[in-house]
């Protein structure tokens, strides 16, 4: 199965034995593996852990939930771009959409295959 490699926030990573304990919680949210790789990004606030994660996700499971997706206008818009925010989160997008703040914000709902 095709792997890639990405930073995930992790909130502030004080040392590696910080890294240790937090990273790998980190990696099983996101169904990836930690590299062991990790970085502080903004000094005292916030660290990134380096994932790898599969290209698909399989599995029997699937969990459905909303996500922020910034304001959409039409279904089309929706249809267009609910694809590319779920593939964000490494998820699926189920097609469903709605507005929650007129004009500032909308969700769309994503599935999670694991």
Known sequence: MATFKVNIPAGPIWNQQDANEKAPLVA????????????????????VVE?????????????????????????????????????SYGAEFTGQWSTIVEGQMSVIEIKYTF
């Open 51 to 87: 994932l790898e994660l599969n290209v698909q996700s399989g599995g029997k499971n699937e969990y459905k939930t909303n996500v922020l997706a910034g304001p959409l206008w039409s279904n089309d818009q929706a249809q267009k771009v609910g694809s590319v925010i779920a593939a």
């Open 28 to 47: 099983a949210a996101h169904q990836g593996k930690w590299t062991g790789q990790w970085s502080t990004v903004v000094e005292s606030q916030m660290s």
